[in-house]
């Protein structure tokens, strides 16, 4: 069984134009990722898939492999479908993102050891939520489970809602968790889930993961420990350089 890591990188966001090329401590972004991603020892090949040949470039430029793909894509998914469309000889794919210089290469192996397990379909990563201000937070998606550890629904809204104890109360009665925006797929199930029209819930929450489970595909999850710590805007890299 073989296992791809893709990370899909794009020029062109809306929040931090040319993000991927932004250095850190002498090296790009995504020049990072790729050597972190690198470490995992479950990963038989790291690719970049990119729609921009500044980024192609830069991968080139410190000896990293990349492949090009179509910019109409709408989400990393949809990227990460396209490289596999090319790279027909492997069975699970881990969608790496990105935007996260210091990811630890022990996540990729804990998302990409659900698949030990041959009835797993989709894979990804959560965290106990020990703060009040996570908790709130809207911009954190959150996640409920089933018994076997499976994702039930993804909301930015907290859930489940607590109703006999006060809100400041909630960490106190429930275990919350969040979710870690690193995911797993079968090659089958990426090209299956691809192909699915845009749903309800999805459009409701902005979160594509939704769209799979209205359409009775099964995300298994894990708990890490570790925290993320992802570059969205200028101000989260300003934040790193300061710490």
Known sequence: ??????????????RFPGKPLVQIDGKSMIQRVYEQSSLSKSLDQVVVATDDVRIADEVKRFGGTYIMTSDTHQSGTDRCAEVIGKLTDFDHVINIQGDEPYINPEQID??????QEKHVQLATLIKVITSQEELLNTNIPKVVLNTAGEALYFSRQTIPYIRNASEKDWLKNHTFYKHIGIYGYTTTVLNEITKLSSSSLEQAEN?????????????????????????????????????
Not at 6 to 12: D, E, F, K, M
């Open 1 to 14: 069984m073989k296992t791809l890591g893709i990370i899909p990188s794009r020029y062109a966001s809306t």
């Open 110 to 115: 804990l998302v990409a050891s659900c698949f």
């Open 207 to 243: 979160l594509e993961q939704l769209r799979w489970l209205e359409n009775g595909y099964r995300i298994q999850t894990r708990t890490t420990t570790l925290e993320t710590l992802a570059i969205d805007t200028p101000d989260d890299l300003n934040r790193i350089f300061k710490s």
